[in-house]
């Protein structure tokens, strides 16, 4: 790993095409100039509350998983701030875009959904902690990337730019430290159990959470089709 800063680097590194496809994904563009329909965000919000439940289900394994007391108690305070801050935001931004907590919490879950979440659930229940947060990193840590390459963009934030909340949210000085802390838990992680002979096993888990977060995008961006 001598010629990456981290773990995440290197995995990232490894499966550009995918990365690509995620990170400069058409509905994360549309976020950027502005133009991405409305019906195609409400849903989107809707379905990224649904996967902060089982975001929450992940740290709760997490923290069952963990080799010690303080991974533990570092799992448990990623919980907590999920079933509680988190959650509460998410329906606050709900709320702004005219979704009520009730019409958010009772929706269905799109298979999309269904399937980056139980991908990461079966990958942290089927391996160990590495396991989970490899399947997890495309979210904690890709999103601070995106917000900050999209606040960096002539429209990005600006004032006509109905997304611009939601870009200055993941481009700012918080979330950034959520995502710094998520890569050093990573290899923090790596240097507890990972070995050359695992790690195509590992890069695979990635490549793979990456494409179903390029799938949750897209989710959001065929509601209007």
Same mark, same amino acid.
């Given at each position: 790993?001598?010629? =990456?800063?981290?773990?995440? !680097?290197?995995?990232?590194s490894?499966?550009l095409?995918?990365w690509? +496809?995620y990170?400069? =994904?058409?509905?994360?563009? $549309?976020?950027? !100039?502005?133009?991405?329909? *409305? ?7 809707i379905? &990224?509350?649904?996967?902060l439940?089982h ?12 080799? %010690?007391? @303080?991974?533990?108690?570092g799992?448990l305070g ?5 079933l509680?801050?988190?959650? =509460?935001l =998410?329906?606050?931004?709900? $709320? ?9 919490? +009772? ?16 990958a942290?229940?089927a391996g160990d ?5 490899t ?5 904690m840590?890709?999103y601070a990337e995106?917000?900050t *390459?999209? +606040?960096?963009?002539? %429209?990005g934030?600006?004032? !006509? %730019?109905?997304?611009k909340?939601?870009?200055? @949210?993941?481009?700012? &000085?918080?979330?950034? @430290?959520v ?7 990573? !290899? ?5 159990s990972?070995t050359?002979v695992?790690?195509?096993c590992l890069l ?9 977060e390029? &799938?949750?995008?897209?989710?959001g961006?065929d509601i209007?089709?």
């Amino acid at each position: 790993m001598s010629a =990456h800063s981290s773990l995440f !680097d290197r995995l990232k590194s490894d499966s550009l095409p995918e990365w690509k +496809s995620y990170a400069e =994904h058409p509905f994360v563009e $549309k976020m950027a !100039d502005g133009s991405l329909p *409305r019906e195609c965000f409400q849903h989107y919000l809707i379905q &990224d509350y649904l996967f902060l439940i089982h975001f929450a289900r992940a740290y709760a394994l997490a923290v069952y998983k963990a080799p %010690n007391l @303080e991974l533990m108690r570092g799992c448990l305070g990623g919980l907590t701030a999920i079933l509680g801050e988190e959650m =509460h935001l =998410h329906l606050k931004l709900c $709320k702004e875009w005219g979704l009520s907590a009730e019409e958010v919490e +009772s929706a269905p879950e799109a298979k999309a959904t269904m399937a980056y979440t139980r991908y990461v659930l079966e990958a942290g229940q089927a391996g160990d902690l590495l396991d989970l947060f490899t399947a997890l990193a495309p979210c904690m840590i890709g999103y601070a990337e995106i917000g900050t *390459r999209l +606040s960096r963009l002539p %429209n990005g934030l600006a004032d !006509d %730019n109905p997304y611009k909340v939601w870009i200055g @949210e993941y481009a700012a &000085d918080g979330y950034l @430290e959520v995502a710094n802390n998520a890569k050093t838990m990573l !290899d923090r992680l790596g240097e507890m159990s990972l070995t050359e002979v695992r790690y195509p096993c590992l890069l695979e888990l990635f490549r793979q959470a990456t494409r179903l977060e390029a &799938d949750f995008w897209q989710m959001g961006l065929d509601i209007s089709d």
